[in-house]
């Protein structure tokens, strides 16, 4: 990474002011300009915008090389999108539609916002931790050979103090202290101010101790020149100021400086008479607020001292609403200064009123030179990526072949055998696990392909002869990301992983493997992954019931309404490994399709007959989300509709009832979300005119508008009762409603009502007359 340059710092402090102002000027203008059609609050955080605009200017306009990726802090956004409308990369036109349909969104989006932005965030710790994982899938793509070096960056995360109590940013740097990561700045905005108030004191040395201990350097910004200067040359100020509460420090700053004179006179007397006699109330004020966080050149020689890749934490003590009225007061978090408050702060900016939108306004010649030679050489208006990194061809994917199998086994050997074919496909699949690798048949794969380790790690057990069926060295080679247990790091590794291309330049096709139930653990960030449009294949094995002797803990019940309701991600649930390869050649090619989507495969370790097929119609509706597993006579009454595993149930039972029910049909879904999501898009199509049926229609209307339908699911049974709203017909929804125990199959197909009593005395409850 090469020095940079030295800057003007005056030049600097202009374009702080600047951002201060704009991201002010934008939210005020939502809030008390733009026309209000509902009389809502708009809302927009000044405050914290304020805390941060000099930590941005020195990034963006000092610090930032060309290759370097930022996770903005949710609520800096309007900081953001003015740093781009000063680059000439934002319009005007979206700052004036800030947070309403179409304009710059509240908090910077990947998807939404027309600026690049390189990681979405809002949900408070997650934007920061996903820059570790980033960082972590550049070293893969350099270990690859698909990076050079030249193309290199640093992953960046502007933080708030507050976001440091979420724990997936400490499961993150464990995770990230195993595989050596580097290239990573993480800058605090230690303004020691949450959303409700102050935060809880000293909280700098805690976070000091832990990044150390996880290999981090740790640079503390606590003081600009100016206030380290004074407070240097008076010992005793320096250590009343130091044992000040966060309670105290933020009330002082917002009172202003007769409160600073008062309390240091009643604290510490004669000691500092001289240096109160130096300042007048309005110095004293000023004085105090020379945070490092707000200090142009402690800020530019902090990054300019840590050019070399080992991860550094700098926190930087800021003021919230800083330069604002309301600066440091607790209850600012979501505080807007009034017209009269803003016409002030303009006065102040010598922005002329009219003039409020112009870049430079008000910024004299002089300086504006500077200013704008600084926006010229700095400008790191990047290009939004577009997904133009090539497409890799998917091959067909047979079904392996058995005659009895489960579906999560079948998955292993798929990956295997496309790892023995090998191929462009094969080489850009990367697999990660919370170490459940061996447990959800990864580990075939893994032999095959290796663990990925910057550097080179022996098997020893290998080495020591001792015999084991899984090897587990790794190197720069290997395709498989071992992470520890935390199902929040795998959903975030899957979200780097699955912006390679757009971050990046080549795609990846991340494959990710944990146990069903363990998707709640994780699922803020499985939802953080989906809303980037990251793309992955999610395989969640075992699920439900079906692994009867692990007991209730392991089994799970909701997840298919978890993906129900989870948009850009599609849940498929196989019964046959023939349907599963299908499922898996589609999800590959929608990884890299650029309207796709990510996959969900819910799987099971149920080892099944599997069934004779007569032609490839089924092909199809599997993908579709459902096909006629037996088809139903034209106009019949009856249907028994199952999913997954339970498959065998269903068959059994529909042989037995097929005589006396005639022209009972078996839908096989092979997805809910899809077929949901098919009829709310037929229908939203209709009022537009376009008649067209989805699936489901077309599937349920080969029955009679009165029949009834059994719905069987190794999950909550509202996964498939819907089905009944979709024409109207009667439904008998079978399923799990309560937390499992453990037992034997049969067992517990029982005592849930999964077997086949349960659904012939479903099926004639429906037929009775009514
Ligand atoms: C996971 C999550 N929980 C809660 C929130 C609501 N929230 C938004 S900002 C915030 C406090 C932020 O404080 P801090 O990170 O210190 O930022 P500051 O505004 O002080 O710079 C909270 C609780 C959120 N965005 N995400
Ligand atoms: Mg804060």
Redesign the pocket.
């Known amino acids: 990474m090469l020095k940079p340059a030295t800057t003007d710092l005056e030049a600097l402090r202009i374009l702080d002011e600047r951002l201060r102002w704009l991201s002010a000027w934008t939210i005020h203008h939502a809030n008390h300009i733009r026309e209000s059609a509902d009389g809502l609050k708009v809302g927009g ?1 000044q ?2 915008c304020a ?2 605009t000099a930590i941005m200017a020195a990034l963006y306009f000092h610090a930032l090389g060309e290759n370097d990726r930022v996770a903005v ?4 956004g309007p900081v953001l999108h003015a740093i781009h409308y000063l680059l000439g990369t934002q319009s005007r036109e979206a700052l004036e539609n800030f947070r309403g349909l179409g304009g710059a969104q509240s908090y910077p989006s990947r998807t939404k916002d027309k600026i690049p932005v390189d990681f979405s965030t ?4 997650l934007g920061v931790a996903i820059t570790l994982f980033a960082s972590l899938v550049q070293d893969y793509l350099t270990a690859h050979r698909w990076l050079e070096d030249k193309d290199r960056g640093r992953f960046v995360a502007l ?5 440091l109590d ?1 724990g997936n940013i400490y499961e993150a740097i464990i995770e990230g202290a195993k595989h050596d990561v580097r290239n990573l700045w993480w800058i605090i ?1 230690y ?1 020691r ?3 409700d108030a102050t ?1 809880a004191d000293g909280m700098f040395e805690r976070f000091d101790e832990i990044f150390r201990s996880c290999g981090w350097r740790v640079v503390e910004l606590r003081y600009g020149k100016k206030l380290a200067t004074a407070l240097a040359k008076n010992k005793d100020l320096k250590t009343w100021f130091e044992t000040l509460s966060n309670a105290e420090l933020s009330a002082l700053h917002y009172q202003g400086g007769a409160a600073w004179r008062a309390r240091i006179h009643a604290q510490i007397g004669k000691k500092a008479a001289t240096f109160l006699k130096d300042y007048d109330d309005e110095a004293l004020a000023s004085l105090f607020t020379d945070l490092g966080g707000h200090c142009m050149e402690t800020l530019v020689e902090a990054f300019d001292a840590a050019q070399d890749d080992v991860p550094t934490l700098f926190i930087a003590w800021t003021i ?1 609403g800083f330069g604002l009225p309301f600066a440091g007061h607790k209850d600012n ?1 979501a505080g807007l200064m009034n017209p009269t408050q803003l016409a002030a702060l303009r006065d102040a900016m010598g922005i002329r009123e009219g003039q409020e939108w112009e870049p430079l306004e008000g910024i004299g010649d002089n300086a504006r030179t500077g200013v704008e030679a600084l926006i010229d050489r700095t400008r790191i208006a990047r290009e939004k990526r577009k997904r133009d990194f090539g497409t890799v061809a998917i091959p067909e994917i047979p079904a392996p072949a058995g005659d009895e199998q489960s579906t999560q086994a079948a998955f292993g050997r798929i990956l295997l055998e496309l790892s023995k074919a090998g191929g462009e496909l094969a080489d850009r699949i990367v697999t990660t696990s919370p170490d459940v690798t061996v447990s959800t048949n990864l580990g075939a794969w893994v032999n095959q392909r290796g663990l990925f380790r910057r550097s080179e790690m022996a098997d020893i057990f290998a080495q020591a002869k001792i015999a084991s069926a899984q090897k587990w060295s790794g190197g720069n080679k290997g395709q498989h990301i071992e992470l520890g247990i935390a199902e929040s790091n795998l959903f975030l590794m899957l979200a780097a992983a699955g912006l390679s291309g757009d971050l990046l330049g080549t795609r990846l096709f991340p494959v990710g493997t944990l146990y069903d139930p363990f998707i709640a653990r994780g699922l ?1 960030s499985l939802n953080y992954a989906c809303y980037q449009d990251a793309r992955f294949l999610l395989v969640a094995t075992p699920s439900g019931i079906t692994l009867g002797p692990e007991g209730g803990a392991h089994q799970s019940i909701n997840p298919p309404l978890i993906a129900l309701g989870q948009p850009s991600l599609r849940h498929y649930e196989p019964a046959y490994a023939d349907e599963l390869a299908v499922m898996m050649q589609e999800a590959f090619r929608l990884i890299d399709d650029p309207n796709g989507e990510s996959t969900y495969l819910r799987l099971s370790t149920r080892s099944i007959q599997q069934i004779e097929r007569t032609d490839d119609i089924w092909h199809d509706g599997a993908i579709a989300g459902g096909y006629w597993l037996r088809e139903p006579a034209l106009g019949a009454d009856a249907a028994i509709v199952a999913m997954g595993a339970v498959m065998p149930e269903a068959l059994a039972a529909w042989e037995e009832l097929s005589n006396d029910v005639p022209g009972l049909g078996l839908l096989a879904v092979t997805s809910p979300d899809l077929l949901h999501r098919g009829w709310t898009g037929a229908q939203a199509a209709r009022w537009k005119g376009d008649r067209k049926r989805s699936h489901v229609e077309e599937l349920l209307s080969r029955l009679s508008p009165n029949a009834g339908l059994v719905t069987l699911a190794d999950a909550a049974p509202a996964s498939l009762s819907w089905l009944g709203g979709v024409l109207g017909q009667r439904v008998a929804p079978l399923g799990v409603e309560k937390f499992g125990q453990t037992g034997s199959l049969s067992d517990l197909y029982a005592a849930y009502r999964l077997d086949g009593d349960a659904i012939t005395e479903a099926v004639a409850e429906l037929l009775l007359p009514q």
């Open positions: 955080h405050a914290s805390s941060m802090k949710p609520h800096a809002g949900s408070v710790g933080i708030g103090d507050a976001e979420e905005d303004n101010q949450s959303l935060s919230k978090h803020d």
